[in-house]
């Protein structure tokens, strides 16, 4: 199936602090999403971006499906931003999400 | 909306006995998955459905999971027995996608069912 590597695994910011966080996967995909989990359990997802750049706010993602990564970048961090960030994808004519290890992002006052 | 909800939040049982866990989507989703999560194995798809039908249930691990989809509104994954390594957190997600992702439609996830197994 395909493999997805999310980089770095582990990532201690101070806050206003700026991050890239990345996500490589090994085949083509048609869906691409990234969710953040934060210290309470809860998944919330943060871009549908399977080709393209979105932003929102101070989060901000880009993937370049010819080369298979995506970025996700989250600007003048803040404590609340704290969790564990997950890149999800599925290839084409399936939504058989696969999910990253995950970055656990720790964000410091 | 309420979102996807999830019940019950928490739920403890001893080895051999059945686990039902419910899941009603958010109205007007037509899609929905189940995933587990582990320390050890992260966020695994266990099913999904796309208008009741399950499409890929690959991911479910053994003959003692099954999940059902009776109406648009409501889901239930069950484990018979359950043994003390089918403890996790279990997902439930809904989405407006197709069977072939086409939209922007991302997938909303419910807050989990924490399952411990005795």
């Known amino acids: ?109 | 909306d309420a979102g996807v909800i999830q019940s019950p939040r928490h739920e403890v049982t001893e080895m051999g006995q059945e686990v039902t866990l419910r899941c009603k989507p958010i109205s007007g989703h037509n899609s929905l998955f189940w995933y587990r999560q582990t320390m050890m194995r992260g966020l695994e798809l266990l099913i999904y459905f796309n208008n009741n039908v399950p499409i890929d249930d690959s991911g479910m691990p053994e003959d003692r999971f099954s999940a059902k989809m009776p109406n648009a509104s409501f889901s239930t994954l069950k484990i018979q027995p359950s043994e003390p390594r089918d403890s996790a957190v279990y997902f439930c997600a809904s989405s407006s996608q197709g069977i072939v992702a086409k939209s922007t439609d991302t997938q909303y996830f419910g807050p989990g069912t924490r399952l411990t197994v005795l």
């Not at chain 1, 590597?5 to 602090?17: K, M, T, V």
């Not at chain 1, 004519?93 to 995950?102: L, T």
Request: hydrophobic share 30%.
């Open chain 1, 1 to 109: 199936g395909i493999q997805v590597e999310q980089s770095p695994p582990d990532l201690i910011l101070q806050e206003g602090a700026n991050s890239t966080l990345r996500c490589n996967f090994s085949d083509s995909v048609n869906n691409l999403q990234w969710f953040h989990q934060n210290p309470w359990g809860q998944l919330i997802n943060l871009f549908y971006i399977p080709s393209g750049t979105k932003q929102n706010g101070r989060l901000s993602a880009t993937t370049v499906a010819t080369e298979r990564y995506s970025l996700l970048y989250i600007s003048s961090s803040q404590t609340t931003d704290s969790g564990v960030y997950f890149c999800a994808v599925a290839r084409y004519n399936n939504n058989d999400m696969r999910f990253g290890a995950g970055t656990r992002l720790t964000v410091k006052p």
